[in-house]
């Protein structure tokens, strides 16, 4: 069967990377988190003293790009691609509260987002990948065969990020991550590079009220559908 591109967009906590492993697993397609991406460059900049409470040395992490090397590989016991900046995997520090309240600010940043597009779609030539984030069907793969754009609640999608978190023994309170979930919607909407925007042609989902299984058989229908017409 011919291998196609799947853009995955929406707002945070949609389930958009959830979905996007269960296609890549069932598909054999290459799956990209490219919010990874992003959350790598805001813990460097931490690291680094670049961004914190109230400041942003927005300057001297564009001149920091150069030495900023990000790179996936593949874990088999996980069954998905983890995240390494500069040769560490830094999987588990770029999913902290600490980076997410960070990542709108630096996701702004237009010469970081041209240099993390380019790398993605170094990443998608071959096709036969599902690669999730806010621009893939409208700046990093405008020719995607399917483009699915996900929405649901705010307290939703809240509440998936506090169980996710609380799973993985971070101390956090519910408000404090909706609150980090309204902020991030504004600021994803509000940018001026790439603001987060349904594809003319991307399929809207609203998940609110399905299962994962649920949302799985439906989208994998519309693969189908979409591999079979080529
Ligand atoms: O998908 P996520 O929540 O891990 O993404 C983290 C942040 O990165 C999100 O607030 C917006 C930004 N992002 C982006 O601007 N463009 C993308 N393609 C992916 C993520």
Redesign the pocket.
Known sequence: MKKITIAIDGF??TG?STLAKQLANHLGYVYV????M??AVTLFAMQNGYIGTDFFDKQTLINSLPYIKLHFQFNPDLGFAEMYLNDVNVEKEIRTIEVSNF??KV?EVSEVRSKLVEQQQEMGKKRGIVM?????GTV?FPDAELKIFMNASPETRARRRYDELQSKGQNVTFEAILKNVEE?DHI?THRDD?PLLKADDAIEMDNSALTREEQFEVVLELVLKVTKSL
Not at 33 to 36: L, T, W
Not at 132 to 136: A, K, V
């Open positions: 945070s906590s958009k988190d490219s919010g990874a992003y959350r990542v709108s996701a999730d984030g806010r621009d893939i990093v991030r994803d790439s």
